[in-house]
């Protein structure tokens, strides 16, 4: 079983600070993949990583994928209260015909004014 | 388009009950998937398919029959509930040049008494 572990599990920030979230295994991943998930609703997929080194940005959020591939952080700059959510990364391993997705336990995120 | 449709969105069943939960796409993804969300655990999968007719294990089958008929639905069936499969459901997709779930539908919280 490939175990991706999540940290830190629970964090609250001030609208306007930065953070980090990381995501960590002891696996290689093919790819990696965060999701952001509100109360009642499912995953919404925000970027996928296939690299060893890649940074991808999406306005605010930056993802890097580490060097070897077993690794990832999530970094958000300026948060806002949209921010708010479950941030769920998942690590993938080609097996066979299809890819297996193994989710970390997730960072809760709460952003207050 | 409607992307992908889980029904119900909520259910309590007794113990020794069966039911069918509903999931459907419109995007023509070949990739369909199950995944059930118990609280502080992350998304374990309990099955997938990679086409119509074709179903495979997840991590957490047992309890748990699949079927393909269509590219369109992917119905997961609870023969004898049991406590234990008290979780959120959620079903996912993808196309078939990204084998890892894009998109989820909103989930269907169940509860076994």
């Known amino acids: ?113 | 388009n409607a992307g992908v449709t889980q029904t119900p969105k909520f259910r309590i069943l007794k113990i020794g009950q069966s039911m069918t939960l509903q999931c459907t796409q419109d995007m023509n993804h070949n990739y369909m998937y199950w995944y059930r969300q118990d609280p502080g655990m992350g998304l374990k999968l309990i099955y997938y398919s990679v086409g119509a007719g074709i179903t495979d294990k997840g991590e957490v089958p047992n309890g748990y029959n699949i079927s393909r008929s269509t590219t369109e639905d992917f119905p997961l069936r609870l023969e004898l509930a049991a406590p234990s499969q008290t979780s959120v459901y959620f079903c996912a997709s993808s196309y078939s040049g990204n084998q890892l779930p894009g998109t989820f539908g909103s989930g269907t919280r169940l509860t076994v008494v």
């Open chain 1, 1 to 113: 079983t490939q175990l991706l572990e999540q940290s830190p599990q629970f964090l609250s920030i001030q609208e306007g600070e930065n953070l980090t979230v990381y995501c960590n295994s002891s696996s290689v991943f093919s790819s990696l993949q965060w999701y952001r998930q509100e109360p009642g609703e499912g995953p919404v997929l925000l970027v996928t990583v296939v690299t060893g080194g890649e940074v991808k940005k999406l306005k605010r959020l930056t993802f890097q994928f580490g060097d070897a591939r077993k690794d990832s952080s999530l970094h958000i700059t300026a948060a806002q209260p949209g921010d708010t959510g479950l941030y769920l990364c998942a690590g993938a391993a080609n097996t066979g015909t299809a890819s297996k997705l193994t989710f970390g336990t997730g960072t809760r995120l709460q952003v207050t004014l």
